[in-house]
């Protein structure tokens, strides 16, 4: 392990990882030799290209037009009122091409996948989100895409399924284990490591072996550019507070990056409380205080029981349900710049209802973490204060969840 | 002199091969692993692998990703093994036993604690599939400290200057993976092995060991031809997967099939 958290100092979080890829003691490359080389690789095509002007040229100008960038940063006026404190804005990445935030990543990956001459891309995915924006890019630049999800998501979000082969991906339920995002990582690894030579694995969070924290982090970081010059522009000043749910933490990266060194503005992590924290049927590394541990390529807060085993997770939405969480964000914690918290599936139905009625904008379950612990904060809080909430996907894929949980069948 | 080195220097001037069978331990159930491992040495292996199941073996295939359920639905723990070592080692002193896995199980008991326990009930190395030599640079010291071999893989996709840094960190042996996959996928080409093998053979006077794709006898004769050992998981492991309704005909089974790769290897 290299520095300890506790001697980190915000200013030195912008300069996150190290040259192996190390944030704090969390991070680096566990991974099987077999991958050693294509993470090389990998590593090396990004940092050459990261500075490139073509290269960021082609990448904004695909956000701008291909994902419809820069995002709509939105008063929820309405909302705001009857929780009767600060004021509430919602950064509007629902309203991007194909539905949330992890098209700014596919989008990233796939130009790396481009330059590399690889044909064929695999990715993990969890809710779907991933899935659909990973098959979405490789349809556009005519690669072969097979995409992993456990089989217990591929029941609960059937809607992304269909996309995804209607995009032209292969989708492979993954049966192994809790049969959710960790165990469709898993199976993405292994294919990955069997056909390394002509595939990419485009991964969907900040999480899995160096350099993916930090390239993943890169792309979605023009999430929380946008919110600060829109919210300079429209509020007048920066946000009092940022708030973003966390499964493995791609869009709560992507918001809270370009603040970091922003010490007034408050930032909070918002994890899957599941049944609640204290039935230990939860996806909460961060804020239950999980043991550290190794999965996935990378050292974080992973849960696991005393023998080391991870442990089953459990969440309404499918893209949360997952036992770690990026070890950007496990340094965040320790070095006190975020704070995480946990909502449980009962708040957050409640506010995923509340922002449908109320301002006409149906969020993902996975967003509408984000907006449950709003519901909490905005209370104890001015109404000349602001709350920049990332709206991260819209709710169209949970409506059979929902549904289902009101009794209703099709 | 470690038992792993010793067991190299005997080979060596007998001028054999060594034969390293692998099996999860805790596999059908935790009261077999030390009668299996017993079984395995009767039948001729060399040095033992033992597998730490762990619920996400992210570079295994099918059967080994199998055997760790079962085993972790037993209960079988990172503890439980070092018992079964210690266990062994009241009959068998020189057999050496290498403990497979992944890293999370040794993060929770911690590093410095698990080396001390893992040497004091007499395991000889350990190899952890998710943890190359950057990664190492706490733990390789202590389990050298202790006497214990830090045991790394080469892969086929390992760049010279890659294996140039496993050599010099390595110890015991090096694990040369066969093929670009996971355990147990297809058969491997000797040929291509041998083509993978001599520049590592300038670089380092570590024994070459070679694992994935070893089925029977005729691929690890193949092997032994070019390599210094012969690595076997999966074909055993598959035999325990057909026999947990009658775990009492397993060991019997692990002996005949190690056996005819012993014979074929030594013809």
């Known amino acids: 392990m290299t520095v300890s958290a506790t001697e980190t100092k915000f200013s030195d979080l912008t300069r996150m990882p190290d040259a192996r890829g190390h944030f704090g003691p ?20 990004y940092l050459s290209l990261r500075d490139d002007p073509a290269f960021q040229a082609e990448f904004d100008r695909d956000l701008a037009h291909y994902v419809g960038r820069p995002s709509p940063l939105y008063h929820a006026e309405r909302w705001s009122q009857s929780l009767g404190g600060a004021q509430i804005w919602l950064k509007r990445e629902d309203l991007n091409h194909t539905g949330a935030h992890k098209v700014n990543n596919t989008i ?3 130009l790396l996948a481009k330059k590399t001459g690889k044909p ?35 029941q609960r979000q059937k809607l992304n399924v269909y996309r995804m082969r209607l995009l032209g991906a292969r989708v492979i339920p993954v049966e192994s284990g809790t049969r959710t995002l960790k165990d469709a990582m898993n199976e993405a690894l292994r294919d990955w490591v069997t056909n390394v030579d002509n595939t ?31 919210s300079l522009a429209q509020i007048g000043r920066l946000p009092d507070a940022l708030i973003a749910c966390v499964g493995g933490g791609s869009n709560a990266l992507g918001l809270f990056y370009p603040f970091v060194e922003d010490d007034a503005v408050a930032m909070y992590g918002v994890e899957a409380g599941g049944d609640g924290i204290e039935t230990g049927r939860h996806a909460a590394p961060l804020s239950t205080n999980a043991p550290r541990g190794v999965l996935h390529g990378n050292r974080t807060y992973l849960m696991s029981d005393e023998a080391g085993q991870v442990s089953d997770t459990h969440s309404i939405s499918a893209g949360l349900d997952y036992p770690g969480v990026g070890p950007e964000h496990a340094l965040w914690k320790d070095v006190g710049r975020v704070s995480y918290v946990a909502a449980n599936d009962k708040e957050v139905l409640e506010a995923f209802r509340e922002l449908t009625h109320m301002e006409g904008i149906m969020p993902a379950l996975e967003s509408a973490h984000a907006l449950a612990h709003a519901k909490v904060l905005a209370p104890t809080m001015r109404p000349d204060q602001h709350i920049v909430v990332n709206l991260s996907g819209r709710g169209d894929k949970d409506i059979m969840t929902v549904a289902n949980i009101d009794g209703i069948e099709f | 002199m470690n038992r792993i080195d010793q067991r190299f220097s005997e080979l060596k001037e007998q001028g054999r091969k060594a034969l390293i069978p692998y099996i999860t331990a805790g596999d059908p159930a935790p009261q077999y692993t030390v009668g299996f491992m017993h079984a395995l040495v009767e039948a001729g292996a060399d040095i033992i692998e033992l597998g730490v199941p762990f619920s996400d073996p992210m570079a295994d295939g099918p059967v080994i990703q199998k055997a760790c359920e079962r085993a972790l639905k037993q209960g079988t723990r990172l503890v439980d093994l070092l018992d079964m070592v210690a266990e062994f080692r009241q009959v068998d002193t020189k057999t050496p036993i290498v403990l497979m896995g992944y890293l999370n199980p040794v993060e929770r008991i911690g590093y410095e604690t698990f080396a001390d326990k893992a040497a004091s009930v007499g395991v000889d190395g350990v190899l952890v599939v998710d943890m190359p030599p950057e990664e190492a640079d706490e733990f390789g010291p202590l389990l050298k400290a202790r006497g214990l071999a830090a045991i790394f893989l080469v892969a086929p996709t390992t760049s010279n200057a890659r294996a140039a840094t496993i050599c010099a960190h390595g110890e015991g042996y090096l694990y040369y993976v066969s093929l670009k996959g996971v355990t147990g996928a297809a058969t491997l080409n000797a040929d291509d092995v041998a ?45 325990i997967a057909e026999s947990v ?12 099939v190690l056996g005819e790769m012993r014979t074929a290897m030594d013809a």
């Open chain 1, 108 to 110: 990233g990956q796939a």
């Open chain 1, 200 to 230: 990419f694995y485009i991964i969907g969070t900040v999480a899995g072996p160096h350099p993916y924290p930090q390239l993943v982090r890169d792309f979605n970081s023009v999430v929380g550019r946008e919110a600060r010059q829109q």
């Open chain 2, 195 to 239: 083509e993978h093998l001599a520049p590592l053979r300038e670089m380092t006077d570590l024994p070459l060991c070679v694992g994935f794709g070893i089925r029977d006898g005729v691929t690890a004769a193949e092997v032994a031809k070019v390599a210094d050992g012969v690595i076997v998981g999966s074909a055993l492991v598959n035999r």
């Open chain 2, 245 to 256: 309704d009658a775990p009492e005909t397993i060991a019997g089974q692990l002996k005949s």
């Open chain 1, 26 to 45: 969390y991070g680096g490359r566990f991974v099987s030799e077999t991958l050693s080389f294509a993470l090389e690789e990998l590593e090396q095509t």
């Open chain 1, 120 to 154: 064929r891309v695999i990715a993990e995915t969890g809710a779907g989100q991933h899935g659909v924006a990973t098959a979405t890019v490789a349809a556009r630049l005519g690669l072969e895409c097979d995409v992993y999800m456990g089989a217990a998501d591929v």
